[in-house]
C-alpha cells in the first residue's frame, strides 16, 4: 500500500518501512510522525481509522545504525551510486543510450569485481575504452568511485519527501 520514511531521533534517515511495521511502531510509543500522508486505515466496519504516517522519527537515538548495514554489491545499486549516468561522460542513461557496467581496471587484468573497480558506463564509451585502463584509453573518469552507504543510495529519494 504504501511505505514509510523512518527517521533517527536526529532526523538522520534510517530506512523505509511498510506501514504495517510503521502504525506497529506508532502503537508500540517508539516512534513520532512528523508527517501524515493522505491515506488512511479502517477496520472492517469503519468505526476505527488509523491515519498512514509518511514520514517518523524515533523517540530514542540509535548509535551507530549505519555502521551495522552493508550495501550489497549488484548492478542496481552501482546505478544508484552513479546515478544512472555515465562515469566517462556524464550522459543519462535512456532508451537511445543504454548504460553498463565497465570496470576500471578489467577482469582479464586481474581487476576486481567491486564498488571500488566499477563504474556504470554508456555503450559508446564501453565501446572505445575495451579492455584497457581509463588511462590507456585516453579516457577520465568523472565520478567517484566508493562504496556506497545505504544513506548515499537513498538520500535524494528521502529529501523529496521531507518538506523544508
Known sequence: MENVILLNQDYSFMKIVDWQKAVTLLFQNKVEVVEYSKREVRN????????????????????????????????????????????????????????????????????????????????????????????????VLKKRIYEPTFYDLFKDKVSMYIKK
Open 44 to 139: 472492517y466496519d469503519s468505526s476505527y481509522v488509523i491515519k498512514i504516517p509518511k514520514v517518523m522519527k524515533l523517540i530514542k537515538y540509535i548509535k551507530n545504525f549505519y555502521k551495522k548495514m552493508t550495501i550489497k554489491f549488484n548492478r542496481k545499486n552501482i546505478f544508484l551510486r552513479d546515478n544512472f549516468e555515465c562515469g566517462y561522460c556524464l550522459s543519462p542513461g535512456n532508451n537511445k543510450n543504454k548504460l553498463t557496467i565497465d570496470h576500471i581496471m578489467p577482469r582479464c587484468r586481474n581487476g576486481e569485481h567491486s564498488f571500488e573497480n566499477t563504474v556504470t558506463c554508456c555503450n559508446s564509451c564501453n565501446g572505445k575504452k575495451k579492455n584497457k585502463t581509463p588511462e590507456e584509453a585516453g579516457m
